[in-house]
């Protein structure tokens, strides 16, 4: 069983950057598709993007394409949002989960574990 707890959320401008960290304790992530999440105030939870156990293939939502990558450090057990180009509607409760499935799925109830989440406020 996977340990999953986030960092890396906070306030940052229209425009500005922020990195989010989900690190993993308990299993090697590279056991695990990847999957990230948000949820903003009064909206069910968001597909954000997803990446392989392999770490092979990646999938984002539109809403993120071009804008947010997701990528992990298997040394570190770690994998990583960067948000590029932030918009105040990406204002959220990031999560990052995991699946046994060799490729995640866009839907949060494929995912087993969830991290405890990370709030984004983007300003305009």
């Known amino acids: 069983q996977v340990q999953l707890v986030e960092s890396g959320g906070g306030l940052v401008q229209a425009g500005g950057s922020l990195r989010l960290s989900c690190a993993a304790s308990g299993r090697t992530l590279s056991s695990y598709a990847m999957g990230w999440f948000r949820q903003a105030p009064g909206k069910l939870r968001e597909f954000v993007g997803t990446?392989?156990?392999?770490?092979?293939?990646?999938y984002y939502a539109n809403s993120v394409k071009g804008r947010f990558t997701i990528f992990r450090d298997t040394a570190k057990n770690t994998v990583y949002l960067q948000m590029n180009s932030l918009k105040p509607e990406d204002t959220a409760v990031y999560y990052c989960a995991a699946e046994t499935s060799s490729v995640g799925g866009s839907t949060w109830f494929e995912y087993e574990y969830w991290g405890q989440g990370t709030q984004v406020t983007v300003s305009s």
């Open positions: 990446i392989s156990r392999s770490g092979g293939t990646l």
